[in-house]
């Protein structure tokens, strides 16, 4: 086997056993733990901030974001938490420095939540305003899109941290 293969075997090996672990600890340590539910409800305030300039009457009650017109739950896998564990596989894995790790893997967070914040208050305002449109939404268009980001901003990522190479 020549060395590139090798790589990219080294490459798809640890990609996906970086997920793998991602996942079972979103699902074993995360979630039983509590943090998982903080990090629902961290998602939900912020929402319920940005939501506030638009509507009046919404509160935020624990993941609940409630208005008199409307209401929505942020509950498992309404965060970036899934995008963002395919992103930081593919980050860690990449064989660059690892400080074009940590700044890649650091704004890929950043840019996933806030997109997640966006998708979040969109939501609450296409059940508010279309509810025949909220679940096609929700599942089909922003879950796709998620995934779709994840891939574009890793593959960003690659071109610039591999340029620095």
């Known amino acids: 086997?020549?060395?590139?293969?090798?790589?990219?075997?080294?490459?798809?090996?640890l990609f996906l056993g970086l997920f793998l672990l991602f996942e079972a600890l979103i699902?074993?340590?995360?979630?039983?733990?509590?943090?998982?539910?903080?990090?629902?409800?961290?998602n939900a305030r912020a929402s319920g901030w940005?939501?506030?300039?638009f509507y009046e009457g919404v509160q935020v009650v624990g993941n609940h974001i409630r208005?008199?017109?409307?209401?929505?739950?942020?509950?498992?896998?309404?965060?970036?938490?899934q995008p963002l564990s395919v992103y930081l596989a593919g980050v860690l894995s990449f064989p660059v420095p690892w400080r074009r790790k940590?700044?890649?893997?650091l704004a890929g967070a950043v840019i996933l939540q806030a997109v997640n914040l966006v998708r979040i208050t969109s939501l609450?305002?296409?059940?508010?305003?279309?509810p025949d449109l909220f679940e096609m939404a929700h599942v089909e268009v922003w879950q796709g899109l998620f995934i779709v980001?994840?891939?574009a901003l890793w593959i960003a990522w690659v071109r610039w941290a591999d340029a620095r190479s």
């Open 124 to 130: 609450f305002a296409l059940g508010r305003h279309r």
């Open 50 to 53: 940005i939501l506030a300039w």
């Open 1 to 13: 086997m020549n060395d590139r293969r090798r790589a990219m075997l080294r490459f798809i090996l």
């Open 149 to 151: 980001l994840a891939l």
């Open 67 to 81: 208005s008199p017109a409307y209401s929505i739950t942020v509950a498992i896998g309404c965060d970036a938490i």
């Open 102 to 105: 940590l700044a890649g893997a």
């Open 27 to 42: 699902y074993t340590v995360l979630v039983k733990s509590g943090i998982y539910d903080a990090h629902l409800a961290w």
